[in-house]
């Protein structure tokens, strides 16, 4: 079955940086295309940033030139670089398949959190 695990998150001080890693097994990952979502308390969970199978992204306007995703195919992975973070990029972060209706089996998530 379908598995994410989602892992690298932690405490960061305003404008520093993080690098998110999902390992997705299960699935025929390279011809799916992957997204980074978040939910922050009392929010709605949102698509953070996609990458299509070919390598096509697209990103949240508010976390556009700061974040940066990309995949390894052959490692079933896809990461979310994250850099010059705020305050309000603090939530639990899962990656999940994008464009089309997100798995059931969503991972644990890792949770990012941005304070001084």
């Known amino acids: 079955q379908v598995q994410l695990v989602e892992s690298g998150g932690g405490l960061v001080q305003p404008g520093g940086s993080l690098r998110l890693s999902c390992a997705a097994s299960?699935?025929?990952?390279?011809?799916?295309?992957m997204g980074w979502y978040r939910q922050a308390p009392g929010k709605q969970r949102e698509l953070v940033a996609s990458i299509t199978s070919s390598g096509g992204t697209n990103y949240l306007d508010s976390v556009k030139a700061r974040f940066t995703i990309s995949r390894d195919n052959a490692k079933n992975t896809v990461y979310l670089q994250m850099n010059s973070l705020k305050p309000e990029d603090t939530a639990i972060y899962y990656c999940?398949?994008?464009?089309?209706?997100?798995?059931?089996?969503w991972g644990q998530g890792t949770q990012v959190t941005v304070s001084s």
């Open positions: 299960g699935i025929m990952f390279s011809f799916v295309t």
């Open positions: 999940n398949r994008a464009l089309s209706r997100p798995y059931d089996n």
